[in-house]
């Protein structure tokens, strides 16, 4: 039982393109999920910091739920168990679309935004409490404070822990695979399975994974520089 | 960067080396000397394999196969589970000695492992709600699941270009998938559709809402994989399957998982396991 | 298809869920899964340990060779390295070894790198006062390592370890893709048996899960609060 390395199989030709589509995915499934998760964790975190009583309890039952419920099991549940609990008609809508693609979104958006809702709390949490305050008594109503004094300057100190996030979030996608989603680990694994090149297949795949993670926390790195220290300085 | 490159060029060398180098053992003296027969088999996948519920034993066609040749070998057997998706490595990586998972013979897997002769012959076909395919057109651009790293999704490929292909790890959840609508047919073969069929028939909320149309699209013959070059085992479990046949033990393994009473009911018609070089 | 769900089948299956096919077989389900994230996790210390004091070490190479390994772990999906696992361990070490070992040294594997992480940055809140002193005192810098630095750093990173232990028991759901008969892989099995119960099946998983991850999440918080009364002190 000789291996034979056979690196033509994933630079080349018909499994180098199955790869590359993979990546697409990958990186299409990342950016959608990534902006709703940023959406959807703005509005719980609002939620969680709310004066009124059962909507801070909804959005702090949110939060424990999601942040302690393996995602692949979410993932699962919202592709094989949701028909049961959306109306007939939703469900009859959203199989007639990419059903794989928007259950892998739904899982990573719901999953994610509890962490950033999170990170957004502690960003706004780090804004002295004197500007809501100043804001309140000088006639604005809680979520203009929020919207216009507190929020800006919060989601700017968020930023650094949301890029993290979104490099969770890429790495995360590739349990949309359990589901049929033609991302990039499906990809390494159809290879593999057609052509038994397993090691090729899957050291593509790392390189791939890897250079997208390097280049996210690149981009950290170059808020931090570029944007935040000036910022402090001044 | 480039150094970290090189580094793990190296690295992969030395694994691949290592890899290269490991062993074509013995598995039949191996076995024979640790006294137990490890056997990949579907742990979900009524008829062939599965665990009963209330006695938590695997049950099935491929097990009352294993259970035979451990008999023979007068060793005991452990079951593992495994999927379409990765039974192969599971065999290659001596992880299991031999499987016996729902597996079809071709060329390309012959390649990398041996099989036995034919101990199961069947066709690929499809399982869908009642009245919508009566033939290949109507599956044209829909949605067809299957099982990833199957012959049933590269036969399925071919034969119907235009459908998107939903690969999951194992045939149940394509058959989820089709009673939610988000496919309109699961394919793989006859046999293993039967068995869902069947239990899809059993329950009062789908009874009669299902069927496996007459359109087949490829011959399978299964075999039991075992690791190439393995050439004294695969002779051992061979005679051990031409024997099952000559006794009748084959025919009676049949009938008691497909025979009429059974839940999933087909015919065996002239099939008999025999020397043969189908899927080679 | 909006139907009244039917927990029955969780009952029925209950303690399929909970110890898999023992005794009858090898332990599965619940306890397989706090079996896989307990052992992983000491591994992962150790690992952890191990790697952030190479990352912190003063010789360059060590340190740069460390967090390069860190980085690139870092920059994997979990699901990749228990692939490479499955895939490579046999290469390396012959078969046999059973697959809740592979998941084992995956999680292992990649948790270490979080691991080392949380050590390097435990260390580097040590006040560097503290290490001048005990090296101006005559100790050896393994020595103000050993007895200074660590032994209050390590306090300090209890509540992240307890919070790792937390990912772990997330994390060993993947187990089910190479086929260890974990919670998950038990939900599989069983929604593919009975398949109507989907959402049944799903929702009580996630429950048990949230439970155990929960409880240790509370605990993380509870001993943070300790731990800073402790200091305040």
Redesign the interface.
């Known amino acids: 039982m000789n291996y034979h390395f056979d690196w033509a199989v994933v630079t080349s030709g018909k499994y180098f393109e199955w790869l590359v589509s993979g990546v697409h995915v990958t990186v299409k499934l990342s950016l959608v999920s990534i902006a709703l998760s940023f959406l959807l964790g703005l509005v719980v975190a609002i939620m969680r910091m709310s004066p009124f009583r059962p909507v801070l309890w909804f959005a702090h039952g949110y939060l424990e739920f999601f942040r302690n419920t393996p995602l692949l099991v979410q993932i699962f549940f919202w592709y094989f168990g949701s028909y049961k609990i959306l109306p007939v008609a939703v469900n009859d809508w959203m199989v007639r679309q990419d059903f794989e693609f928007a259950a892998a979104v739904i899982a990573l958006t719901i999953y994610t935004s509890a962490f950033i809702a999170e990170d957004i709390r502690s960003g706004v949490r780090s804004i002295p409490k004197e500007q809501m305050e100043a804001a309140r008594s000088s006639g604005f109503s809680y979520i203009r404070s929020m919207r216009y004094i507190i929020l800006p300057q919060a989601v700017r100190l968020t930023i650094p822990p949301l890029i993290n996030q979104f490099l969770n979030l890429m790495k995360n996608s590739s349990l949309a695979m359990t589901i049929g989603v033609a991302e990039l680990m499906y990809q390494a694994r159809q290879v593999e399975s057609y052509t038994f090149k397993g090691f090729e297949a899957f050291s593509a795949a790392t390189i791939v994974y890897v250079g997208l993670s390097f280049s996210i926390t690149g981009l950290m790195t170059v808020y931090r520089r570029k944007l935040l220290k000036p910022l402090k300085a001044r | 960067m480039r150094g970290k490159t090189i580094l793990l060029v190296a690295a992969m060398a030395l694994v691949g080396s290592l890899y290269g180098s490991s062993m074509a053992a013995d598995t039949l003296a191996g076995v024979k000397a640790k006294g137990v027969l490890v056997a990949g088999v579907k742990d979900s996948l009524p008829p062939f394999g599965s665990v009963d519920p209330n006695t938590k034993e695997y049950v099935g066609y491929d097990i009352d196969f294993i259970k035979y040749i451990a008999k023979k070998l007068g060793v005991k057997v452990e079951f593992k589970p495994v999927t379409s998706a990765n039974r192969m490595p599971m065999l290659m990586e001596s992880r299991v000695d031999i499987l016996a998972a729902t597996m079809t013979k071709n060329p390309e897997r012959a390649k990398q492992i041996d099989f036995s002769y034919t101990y199961f012959l069947t066709g690929q076909k499809f399982l869908t709600k009642k009245g919508t395919v009566k033939s290949l057109k109507d599956l044209e651009g829909k949605k067809i699941a299957t099982a990833k790293g199957s012959t049933s999704e590269q036969n399925v490929k071919k034969s119907v270009p235009s459908a998107t292909i939903l690969s999951f790890d194992d045939y149940p959840q394509g058959v989820l998938a089709l009673q939610q609508g988000k496919a309109i047919a699961v394919t793989t073969d006859e046999s293993i559709l039967a068995g869902q069929l069947g239990k899809l028939e059993k329950n009062p909320a789908t009874k009669g809402r299902y069927e496996i149309p007459d359109v087949q699209i490829s011959e399978e013959p299964y075999g039991l994989g075992m690791r190439k070059g393995d050439a004294k085992f695969v002779k051992f479990v061979n005679d051990a399957i031409l024997e099952m046949e000559k006794t009748g033990e084959a025919k009676k393994i049949f009938e008691r998982w497909f025979g009429p009473n059974s839940d999933s009911p087909i015919n065996r018609g002239s099939f008999a396991i025999a020397a043969d070089k189908r899927g080679t | ?3 009244a ?1 039917d927990f029955r089948v969780v009952w ?2 209950l303690s ?1 869920f909970f110890i898999g ?1 023992y005794p ?2 090898p332990v599965g389900g619940v306890a397989l899964t706090l079996y896989l994230a307990a052992v992983s996790l000491v591994f992962s210390f150790l690992g952890g340990l191990v790697l952030g004091l190479l990352s912190v070490s003063r010789n360059r190479p060590v340190r740069w060779a460390s967090m ?1 390994v860190i ?2 772990i ?7 390295v228990i ?2 696992m ?3 361990l ?3 070490f ?6 809740s070992w592979t998941v084992i040294t995956a999680l292992t594997l990649f948790t270490s790198a979080y691991m080392s992480e949380i050590v390097r940055a435990g260390i580097m809140g040590i006040p560097k006062g503290q290490t001048e002193a005990a090296v101006s005192t005559g100790l050896s810098h393994r020595q103000t390592m050993l007895h200074i630095v660590l032994p209050q750093a390590l306090r300090n990173m209890i509540p992240s370890f307890v919070n790792q232990f ?1 990912s772990m ?3 060993t ?2 187990a ?4 260890v ?1 974990e919670l ?1 892989q038990i ?3 069983v ?3 009975t ?2 119960f ?6 009580f ?2 429950v048990v ?2 439970i155990m ?2 409880a240790f ?1 509370e605990l993380s918080r509870w001993l943070e609060r300790r731990l800073a009364y402790s200091k305040a002190i």
């Open positions: 298809m909006e139907t769900l029925e299956y399929y096919r009858k077989g390069a980085q690139t870092r920059g994997m999906p979990l699901l990749m692939f490479w499955f895939f490579l046999p290469a390396l012959g078969g046999g070894m059973p697959a937390v028991i997330k994390d759901s993947l089910f893709i190479v086929g008969s998950t939900a599989n099995q929604n593919n048996r398949m109507l989907p959402t049944e099946i799903f929702l998983i996630a899960y949230f991850c929960f999440t």
